[in-house]
């Protein structure tokens, strides 16, 4: 009981130790996060296995990028926002099994909504915080096949589409005027975690149909990362 007086009375402390901060902000930006989904990659690594005909091989996902959307509250130590993520990785394998060339495209998308809380650690520009995301949304995985010719027109069609629910640990600076009013830039380094692993087993039956039911791993698997937001805003302050 002592220790969470004292907590909170340091957290008031350092509330009041703060000059009058009350900024909202909300702007468009681009989303970059550095993947090694494993047990997505075992099976584009059995597709390419399995097809010697394959001149460029699926590969491995590495790199997923999108846009964001964000809107941000400062109020003094303290800071809130929602946040809408969109991060996508398009996979290409092509080659000539005997009638012709064929290409064959896999769409790895994560779409996700965020809330998040944390804490303002200065009391003038650029705004410097730490703070946490809750993450729920869906990561889906979408397939077209083709001639190269004609790959570009043919439309994507859902194999699997799953809900997620995470969090993200995120350290934010934001760069606007000293009269925290015009337009500013929103730069946020993040590491986002995922609660629950995604189940791939659908994935590896429809593009591994031949080898799927000889699979030892574990279809589960998670869409752990790093990544970075940099975002464009219109800052307003005293909004309220």
């Known amino acids: 009981m002592k220790k969470a007086i004292i907590i909170v009375f340091l957290i008031f402390s350092f509330t009041y130790s703060f000059s009058q901060v009350n900024i909202t902000m909300f702007g468009v930006g681009y989303n970059a996060s550095f993947v090694n989904p494993k047990t997505a990659n075992l099976v584009l690594q059995r597709y390419d296995e399995t097809r010697s005909w394959l001149t460029e091989p699926m590969g491995q996902i ?3 990028d999108g846009i964001n959307w964000n809107l941000h509250w400062i109020y003094n130590a303290f800071m809130m926002d929602f946040n809408y993520n969109k991060r996508v990785n398009i996979r290409s394998a092509s080659g000539d099994y005997g009638s012709g060339m064929i290409q064959r495209d896999l769409k790895f998308k994560a779409s996700t909504f965020s809330l998040g809380f944390g804490i303002n650690l200065v009391n003038e520009a650029p705004y410097i915080g730490i703070g946490f995301d809750l993450d729920a949304g869906a990561n889906r995985v979408d397939s077209r096949i083709d001639t190269p010719e004609l790959i570009k027109k043919a439309d994507f069609e859902e194999l699997e589409s799953q809900l997620m629910f ?4 995120w350290g934010q600076i934001l760069i606007c005027s000293q009269s925290d009013s015009g ?3 929103f730069i946020r380094p993040y590491y986002h ?4 692993g995604t189940n791939y087993q659908w994935l590896n039956e429809e593009i591994n149909p031949a080898t799927y ?7 589960y698997g998670k869409m752990n990362h790093l990544g ?3 975002t464009l805003v219109v800052v307003v302050p005293d909004l309220y």
């Not at 975690?193 to 629950?196: H, V």
């Open 183 to 185: 337009i500013g830039l």
């Open 213 to 219: 039911e000889t699979d030892t791993f574990d279809p």
């Open 166 to 169: 995470g969090g993200s640990i």
């Open 62 to 64: 590495k790199y997923m």
């Open 193 to 196: 975690f995922d609660f629950i």
């Open 228 to 230: 970075v937001q940099v």
